[in-house]
């Protein structure tokens, strides 16, 4: 059994491991034209199967619908959440995978993002009720949802530089289980107050169009395929200024710490300041990703973002491959998708979940598209095992 | 190599052609039926995770009243197509715009909780269909003017005023200590337990869900010293909170809601649980016209647990509609608006609001005996 | 903020807290144990705890016990709820081991991998136990069960004590003086017998304690062995105290026995004691000052504060120096 696997292994890595060299060694128009015709097809996969303005279906490429299965659900919906966890794995991609930070209440940002919307963007929300009544507005009024964005970047910036500020002196594992009582103190402290809806949660979150109506032209509660074009572009313009960062002196410092945090501090790279960077931008990507989260659903209750969900966030960037961010894509996309794909194992899905962290984890540790660099690091480490039990 | 990567480009375009070129045509849609009789509902709710435990006998009470009309009307069939949304609002939007995309699905049955009912009435009431929740109890459901949700399910408002009646009139209570678990349905009714109750409130603790050690709360219940005592919340953190409030020698009145009955209670918190006073709006299984109790018992093996007959009743304010030749949304809708029929839970009839016409509404307690919950008498609400 | 009731009754929640924590403690020693010589969060070990509360319920449904039994035969149950839990969990710690931690010791794989699939063996095992185990321990067969499940009274909870104004119950007694004894018995083994000298060994630097002979994997299968066997008697302890368990109960109970073992410095036997008995006090002061809601947010904010002045924990990470 064993011996089948490994020999499997070896295969798949001399068919897969030319790949990325081969890639690199395209001439740069194709390589555009073939990044063009991917994201065209990301354009267009709300469609799959169908060709649209016709009814004319493509067959087989309906198979990886989710509406293709009896209960099924709706497939741009589905979409929908796979970009947003997108947007999540490479906020989070810059706090492991960059950074080299274990965080474990990444949800808490996330639900910064989405109750920094509900609650000045909904004219039913506690704190706009409030403003209301102090400044004798009339009671549909609310903040407007562009002027949400950067209230909510603000807020999810400034809750990633509170909790990092004091936490981010403390080493991997101590990190891991404040970060994680982070996530569950904004859950609690949103469940228990009533300036944030309680238990209950708040409704009538806005979106681009406004609040939520029948009547919105584009971004309405039927159709989903906007809402998903609106998040895969804010997806694709993240990954560009994250790609940018990456290669920048802040990526670079980051790297350092990574590898080895005391020989960066001695070359002159101040790690606190940088690990609070990462921290911060992280917080602000998962607060964007929360955002678009609330002003699709239109509501929100604290319930949602529980510690699983923090768990989910983090085996989406391992299983992807830390530090790649195609491969935390990949991860993201994967871990959303194939839940939904196959629910006819019903109460089986969680058992399923559960056994692919451990076998992805077990048979490919750098993940399913790691970054050459981690890779390597994997290598080398490996080589440094301890000596008897090889 | 950059040739045979380009060769094998072209073929991947030229294969991808190939297949846009034999695309077929869509298949015509024939589920509309030929006849003007049976068609299509869907039914959402947590089937898996967590919290299925609550939400499966809805559900099993939903398909049994679609079996025993299918096999009742064998040229009238029925289909109950079920969503699983693990009563996260997250999966059940989606689900939302699934069903109400799919132009063949005439009403749905759900929301079995009040978050998810919540989270997509909106979207339900963008496509005029009809909802009709086994099990969703918040007040502000109906509150907000949405059209198509009802529930056959007496709101928290209803059954908070009918316990404080009980614990007044019945339990002869001078002083409560409400309890509740802060879930959107444990708050919410234990909120309008307090309401009710005015001065008789004495004391309160506000738990939370997958606690299992109360000692804080027993201290503040030994301080506060009350006849007895009110929670507001589910069997997982009952169960442990009974069991211990009995170990520590408290032996006053302990009140439940709908949350409780349910058979897992008394098994969960065993002998502690004797005495226990259940008030559910629902009647008693030999109270309930016809043979639902035993027709579920022979078909899944156990009793009907919470909700059981109120999933039954949805279901079958659907099925009816749709043998009655209603065969689109907005004639459903119109049907379950005017329908007013017996059902297995109550007599059922609906309230311009969505919730039930509240002269229909019956509230009984129940107590927990020899680990049955046993009907003990109705709560009248004047 | 209610400072009377907290303080009107000082004692009383202060023995709450205690054997509240009692608990907590005996779970964190098994963290404890295992990052002390591995560096390595074992995020399943909450499921451990969990198999042991279901492995003993099994055991007393098959004997058929009764509610409140006479003294002689509960504490031959009880004994028997010990052997059995301590075997079930310390079987579930060696299997965790050998499935997932020991081929990526092997690749010397970092410490976010460990953690990943720690994390995707305890969902296998808490819908394991949902989907079939709970049900079949129950008696009901291999049936899907979520929901609580009751187990039978064997000691009547009776005060037997009053200090100060607290009523102590025999079984708060009983569950203190067992984490008391259990803390005592590892760190005796931990520090004055061959096996435990090869666990400090290994502790301290694993190369070196290879030079010297110690088997490092015979060391470290001991080393999850003991951590099963304090869960073990942790969940017989639980059983006893709460008369419940529940598919996911391991999560609750492991995630506060991990804060607790990270408060009182993790790798440290006695910081473990300390962080649980703590951990169990502070949660009943906050919630007897505000509402029970509020007892984790209590729990987390203690623990960052503490972390800010003490980056180690209370007592620092040690199971490698001579103190244990």
């Not at chain 1, 074009?229 to 410092?253: C, D, F, Q, T």
């Not at chain 2, 004391?203 to 606690?211: F, I, L, M, S």
């Not at chain 2, 005592?229 to 169960?239: F, L, P």
Request: charged share 15%; aromatic share 10%; glycine share 12%.
């Amino acid at each position: 059994m064993t011996e089948a696997l490994r020999h499997f292994n070896e295969r798949r890595r001399h068919v897969l491991g030319g790949m990325g060299d081969r890639w690199r060694a395209l001439p740069r128009w194709q390589r555009w034209l073939t990044l063009l015709a991917g994201v065209a097809f990301l354009y267009y996969l709300p469609f799959l199967g169908d060709i649209p303005g016709t009814n004319l279906i493509i067959p087989g490429l309906d198979w990886f619908r989710t509406d293709s299965i009896d209960g099924g659900a709706n497939w741009a919906g589905v979409l929908f959440v796979c970009a947003l966890y997108v947007l999540v794995a490479i906020g989070l991609n810059v706090v492991i995978g960059l950074a080299g930070l274990l965080d474990l209440g990444y949800v808490g940002f996330y639900a910064v993002g989405a109750y920094s919307v509900a609650l000045f963007g909904s004219a039913e929300s506690p704190v706009v009720g409030a403003l209301q009544e102090q400044f004798g507005l009339s009671s549909d009024w609310a903040i407007a949802w562009a002027i949400c964005i950067p209230i909510a970047l603000a807020f999810s910036l400034v809750a990633g530089v509170l909790l990092g500020w004091p936490t981010l002196r403390l080493r991997g594992d101590y990190l891991a289980i404040v970060t994680l009582g982070f996530g569950e103190i904004i859950r609690i402290v949103a469940k228990n107050s009533g300036w944030a809806g309680e238990a209950q949660g708040v409704p009538g979150i806005p979106g681009p169009e406004g609040p939520p109506s029948p009547d919105n032209k584009v971004f309405g509660l039927l159709d989903i395929k906007p809402w998903y074009w609106l998040a895969l572009s804010v997806v694709l313009l993240m990954v560009l200024l994250v790609r940018r960062l990456e290669h920048s002196r802040v990526g670079r410092s980051w790297l350092a710490i990574r590898e080895d945090e005391d020989a960066a501090a001695v070359m002159g790279v101040y790690p606190f300041k940088f690990k609070l960077w990462a921290f911060a931008i992280g917080a602000a990507l998962g607060g964007f990703s929360g955002l678009l989260f609330a002003s699709r659903s239109a509501f929100i209750q604290p319930e949602t973002f529980n510690v699983q969900l923090s768990i989910l966030f983090v085996a989406m960037v391992v299983v992807g491959g830390s530090g790649n961010m195609a491969g935390v894509a990949v991860g993201a996309f994967l871990l959303a998708y194939l839940p939904e794909r196959f629910r006819d194992f019903s109460e089986y899905r969680v058992l399923a979940f559960g056994l692919a962290l451990v076998l992805i984890m077990l048979l490919r540790p750098q993940g399913l598209l790691p970054s050459r660099r981690r890779t390597r690091e994997l290598q080398d480490r490996a080589k440094e095992a301890p000596v008897n039990v090889a | 190599m950059r040739r045979k990567y380009v060769r094998a480009l072209g073929a991947v375009g030229l294969s991808a052609a190939l297949i846009a070129a034999a695309g077929c045509q869509a298949e015509e849609d024939d589920t509309a039926g030929s006849s003007d009789c049976g068609g299509k509902i869907a039914i959402f709710g947590a089937f898996s995770g967590p919290n299925s435990g609550l939400v499966i006998p809805s559900r099993d009470g939903a398909l049994l009243a679609v079996k025993q009309h299918n096999e009742a009307n064998p040229d009238c069939e029925v289909t109950l197509q079920e969503f699983d949304t693990q009563g996260d609002p997250t999966q059940a939007t989606p689900v939302a715009n699934q069903v109400t995309g799919d132009e063949s699905f005439l009403g749905v049955i759900g929301g079995a909780f009040s978050g998810e009912s919540k989270a997509t009435m909106a979207v339900y009431e963008a496509a005029g269909m009809v909802m009709v929740s086994p099990s969703a109890t918040a007040i502000e459901l109906t509150a907000g003017g949405n059209e198509v949700f009802h529930r056959v399910v007496g709101n928290d408002a209803v059954q908070g005023a009918a316990a404080a009646v009980y614990l007044r009139d019945v339990a002869q209570a001078k002083k409560v200590f409400v309890i509740n678990d802060g879930t959107t349905y444990g708050a919410g009714i234990a909120d309008e337990l307090t309401k009710a109750l005015g001065a008789l409130a004495g004391g309160t603790d506000q738990v939370q869900e997958k606690q299992v050690n109360f000692a804080a709360t027993i201290s503040k219940i030994k301080a506060a010293e009350p006849d007895a005592i009110a929670y507001g919340g589910y069997t997982n953190e009952a169960a442990p909170l009974v069991k211990q409030l009995r170990e520590a020698g408290i032996t006053t009145t302990f009140l439940g809601f709908d949350g409780l009955y349910d058979p897992s209670f008394p098994k969960g918190a065993g002998a502690s649980a004797e005495g226990v006073i259940v008030t559910c709006p629902c009647l008693p299984p030999d109270k309930a016209g016809g043979t639902f109790a035993a027709d579920f018992e022979a078909e899944y093996g156990g009793p009907p647990g919470s909700y059981g007959a109120e999933g039954f009743d949805a279901a079958n304010v659907l099925i009816e509609g749709l043998a009655e030749g209603n065969t689109t949304r907005a004639d459903l809708l119109a049907w379950v608006d005017s329908y007013d029929k017996e059902g297995v839970s109550k007599s059922l009839k609906f309230a311009d609001n969505g919730d039930v016409d509240e002269s229909r509404v019956v509230i009984w307690a129940y107590e927990i005996k020899g680990g049955e919950i046993a009907a003990q008498q109705e709560i009248k609400l004047s | 903020m209610n400072f009377d009731a907290l303080f009107g009754d000082l004692a009383q929640h202060t023995v709450d807290g205690l054997s509240k924590g009692a608990i907590y403690a005996l779970v964190a020693l098994g963290y404890t144990l295992v990052y002390g010589v591995l560096r390595l969060i074992n995020f399943a070990h909450s499921e451990i705890f969990m198999v042991g509360t279901f492995a003993i319920l099994g055991t007393w449904s098959l004997l058929g016990v009764a509610d409140n039994p006479p003294i002689g035969m509960a504490i031959v149950y009880l004994l028997i709820g010990l052997v059995v839990g301590a075997l079930a969990s310390g079987a579930t710690a060696l299997t965790v081991e050998r499935v997932a931690y020991r081929r990526l010791r092997r690749m010397n794989a970092p410490p976010l991998i460990f953690l990943i699939t720690a994390i995707g063996l305890s969902l296998v095992l808490v819908e394991i136990f949902a989907l079939w185990m709970a049900g079949f321990f129950s008696g009901r067969g291999f049936t899907e069960n979520r929901l609580v499940i009751g187990i039978p009274p064997l000691l009547k909870q009776e005060t037997v004590l009053s200090v100060a104004g607290a009523d102590i119950t025999n079984v708060q007694i009983i569950m203190v003086a067992s984490a008391l004894l259990m803390l005592y018995g590892l760190d005796q083994f931990i520090n004055r017998t061959r096996y435990g000298r090869g666990v400090r060994a290994v502790a301290q630097s694993p190369d070196t304690a290879a030079l010297m002979g110690v088997h490092q994997d015979r060391v470290i299968m001991l080393v999850f062995v003991l951590g099963g066997l304090m869960a073990g008697a942790a969940a017989l302890l639980w059983n006893m105290r709460y008369g419940i368990t529940k598919f996911d109960i391991g999560f609750v109970v492991g995630l506060k026995a991990f804060t607790a073992a990270v408060l009182g410095g993790i790798g440290n036997l006695r910081g473990a004691l300390l962080g649980g008995l703590l951990l169990g006090v502070i949660e009943v002061y906050a919630a007897t000052l505000t509402r029970s809601t509020w007892e984790d947010v209590a729990a987390f904010v203690v623990l960052v504060v503490v972390l800010i002045f003490r980056p180690t924990g209370l007592l620092g990470e040690s199971l490698g120096k001579a103190r244990a």
